[in-house]
């Protein structure tokens, strides 16, 4: 079983910055691919960006490319997203999964958080 929880969200101005964190329990942390997902009111969930056990081959949804960054420390067992020139339709809430392997697609991951909010304002 894993637990993951989401932290950092908040409310920034458009243009500002946020890094979120996701920690997991556990000593497992490591087996899992994690990726990051976000679902505004009244859209459906979408992808945002994954990273692979390794911390290597990250890849991003075009909406966070060169704004969103994806890490991990594993001896932390926290995965991050540090999101840059954040844009009003980025606000959202952010959530953290865990799966066995990077993907795009939401049902291949087990566990999620419970989300953190994000709130960019014009």
């Known amino acids: 079983q894993v637990t993951l929880v989401e932290s950092g969200g908040g409310l920034v101005q458009a243009g500002g910055s946020l890094r979120l964190s996701c920690a997991s329990s556990?000593?497992?942390?490591?087996?899992?691919?994690m990726g990051w997902f976000r679902q505004a009111p009244g859209k459906e969930r979408e992808f945002v960006a994954a990273i692979s056990w390794s911390g290597g081959s990250p890849y991003y949804a075009d909406s966070g490319k060169g704004r969103f960054t994806i890490s991990r420390d594993n001896s932390k067992n926290t995965v991050y997203l540090q999101m840059n020139s954040l844009k009003p339709e980025d606000t959202a809430v952010y959530y953290c999964?865990?799966?066995?392997?990077?993907?795009?697609?939401?049902?291949?991951?087990?566990?999620w958080g419970q989300g953190t909010q994000v709130t960019v304002s014009s």
């Open positions: 999964a865990a799966g066995p392997s990077t993907s795009a697609v939401g049902y291949s991951y087990d566990y």
């Open positions: 556990g000593r497992t942390f490591i087996r899992y691919a």
